[in-house]
């Protein structure tokens, strides 16, 4: 099967251009992962949704509050494991 812009020639050529620069000394960025296709380049990135503090850990309280779990709004993005427990703590100090 053959899918398009896809299986074009150089549809790994983005691929290839992108890592020469990430190799060349000139490339500040390390550990990033990004998407190559049909001539588009993206960063793909982890992110934390702000959550909801649950009295109690149970399955029915995550099924009342899976709305507010997966809110997508005022995500964060941790930088670090650090980040991370300081963004949990101020949440669970209100």
């Known amino acids: ?4 812009w896809i299986d074009q020639p150089d549809a790994a ?15 500040g960025v390390s550990g990033n ?8 380049v993206a960063k793909i990135f982890i992110a934390e949704t702000i959550g909801t503090l649950l009295s109690e850990l ?11 779990i997966d809110n997508e709004a005022g995500y964060h993005r941790p930088e670090s494991l650090d980040d991370a427990t300081r963004l949990i ?6």
Request: charged fraction near 20%; hydrophobic fraction near 40%; proline fraction near 2%.
């Open 89 to 94: 703590a101020a949440h669970i100090q209100g």
């Open 1 to 4: 099967m053959r899918i398009g």
């Open 58 to 68: 149970t399955p029915e309280a995550v099924r009342d509050q899976l709305l507010d």
């Open 33 to 40: 992962v990004y998407s190559v296709a049909g001539g588009r």
């Open 13 to 27: 050529g983005g691929c290839r251009l992108l890592v020469a620069y990430l190799a060349h000394e000139e490339c």
